[in-house]
Structures are given as C-alpha cells and as structure tokens.
C-alpha cells in the first residue's frame, strides 16, 4: 500500500513531473491535445493497470487531471507514478518525445534529416583476415557436433551388455537367465 507524502516530498517530485502542480492534498495538470479521445482511452488503460483513477475535467479545448488517494486523503507515490505515466502517454499521443536534455520535440523533426550509421559490435580486423575467410558470426555446425554418443534400441532385450575388460568376445551379449542353476 502506498504511504502519503509530505509538502516536502510532493514538491520534490513535482519538479520532475511537466506541468503538474499542487501540494501534499492533490495534484493537477491541464493539458491541451488534439486527439482528446485518444489520450483519454490510453490513461483510462493505465489507471486500470495501477488501479488508481484520476479526476477528469473536459472542459474547453483542455483536460484538467486531477490526483490524489482518496483512501488516504492526499498524495501518495501511487498519484506520482501515474502523474508520470500521463506525461509520458501526453507526450506519445501528440506524437512528441523527450530526448537526452530533456527537450521535447516532435518526432519527426528529431529523425528529419538524420542518418544514424551502426558501428560494428566488434572492431575490425582487415590485416588479420587478408587473404582468408573471416570468421562468421555462428559458425555452422556439423551435424553430431556436442551429440555424444549414438545411443541405439538394444537389439536382444533381455541381455546385458558386458562389461569392457571381461566379454567374450568385443560386442557380445550375455544372455540372463531368470532361473537359478542348482548345484
């Protein structure tokens, strides 16, 4: 069960949080978005996932949310976590994303223009392969590689292999009687 938070605390996580404002007894964001409806269903789904609902007002062209645990009559880590999740899913409906500063952008002007270029996950080597067939990634494998050994239905069942060292003869079978000889 989350625990409820102090001035102190709330103010602290308010300042990583964009737009949210209030204090220990709730806290709220206004927003402003396109595609209401879209933004509305993925926080509903959210809160379902939390089990945490928030206060929701339409009003004008905004969303005002609203939170706080009712059941212990203020703010809890439960009301931060979803204020976060709201960011992100806000963030993701107006097709924005923030990027390793902290800006937001859209997501097309972050990508428009850019090449992103993978380097290698292993450093080459030209000299050391000159000539020769570099390795590849997965070597092929033959087929009984790390098999073991052929195991094969006995061909008499009923018969124990012997031991190496003491057989017959290399191969033969011992056959093993089921009555006693009497001396």
Same mark, same amino acid.
């Given at each position: 069960?989350?625990?409820?938070?102090?001035?102190?605390?709330?103010?602290?996580?308010?300042?990583?949080?964009?737009?949210?404002?209030?204090?220990?007894?709730?806290?709220?964001?206004?927003?402003?978005?396109?595609?209401? #409806?879209? /933004? %509305? @269903?993925?926080?509903?789904?959210?809160? !379902? +996932? $939390?089990?945490?609902?928030?206060? &929701? *007002?339409?009003?004008?062209?905004?969303?005002?949310?609203?939170?706080?645990?009712?059941?212990?009559?203020?703010?809890?880590?439960?009301?931060?976590?979803?204020?976060?999740?709201?960011? #992100?899913? /806000? %963030? @993701?409906?107006?097709?924005?994303?923030? !990027? +390793? $500063?902290?800006?937001?952008?859209? &997501? *097309?002007?972050?990508?428009?223009?850019?090449?992103?270029?993978?380097?290698?996950?292993?450093?080459?080597?030209?000299?050391?392969?000159?000539?020769?067939?570099?390795?590849?990634?997965?070597?092929?494998?033959?087929?009984?590689?790390?098999?073991?050994?052929?195991?094969?239905?006995?061909?008499?069942?009923?018969?124990?292999?012997?031991?190496?060292?003491?057989?017959?003869?290399?191969?033969?079978?011992?056959?093993?009687?089921?009555?006693?000889?009497?001396?």
């Amino acid at each position: 069960m989350s625990s409820l938070l102090d001035d102190g605390l709330v103010t602290d996580a308010l300042h990583g949080l964009t737009g949210w404002s209030g204090d220990a007894t709730k806290i709220s964001r206004t927003v402003q978005c396109e595609d209401q #409806d879209a /933004l %509305l @269903a993925s926080v509903a789904e959210s809160a !379902d +996932a $939390l089990d945490h609902h928030p206060e &929701i *007002d339409r009003t004008g062209g905004g969303i005002t949310f609203t939170l706080w645990t009712h059941s212990k009559g203020g703010v809890t880590e439960l009301d931060i976590a979803l204020a976060s999740r709201i960011d #992100d899913l /806000l %963030l @993701a409906v107006c097709h924005q994303e923030r !990027d +390793a $500063l902290g800006q937001v952008h859209g &997501i *097309d002007e972050l990508s428009a223009g850019r090449t992103v270029i993978a380097e290698p996950a292993y450093p080459e080597e030209p000299d050391r392969y000159e000539g020769a067939n570099p390795p590849t990634i997965n070597e092929p494998a033959t087929p009984r590689q790390d098999a073991g050994p052929i195991v094969a239905p006995d061909a008499e069942p009923g018969t124990i292999e012997p031991e190496p060292g003491n057989a017959p003869a290399p191969g033969m079978h011992e056959r093993v009687s089921k009555r006693r000889r009497r001396l």
